[in-house]
């Protein structure tokens, strides 16, 4: 446990950045699951339209430095080229 003040002062920061970084984290997930399924059921203009909302979930979190600019970039292309394939 955190003995002097600086350190229970980082704890403090720590937890809320951590729901901070969750929060993001969790919407990319639960916006790509979406988008996945909506391929899988071969909805292509639905999944199209989910594509902006995750594209910006994706910069987002690559810009506050929840996940790296290449996982983001890496994210989308594999994505896009899913649903151009279906």
Known sequence: MAITKSAKKAL???LRRKEKNLGYKNKIKSL?????ALVLAKN??????????????L???????V??????????????KLIEKK
Not at 32 to 36: Q, V
């Open 32 to 36: 790509l699951k979406e988008t996945r």
């Open 12 to 14: 403090r920061q720590n």
């Open 44 to 57: 292509n203009s639905e999944a199209k339209t989910k594509l902006p909302l995750l594209y910006k979930a």
């Open 59 to 65: 910069d987002k979190a690559a810009k506050v430095g």
């Open 67 to 80: 996940i790296k600019k290449n996982h983001a970039s890496r994210t989308k292309s594999r994505l896009t």
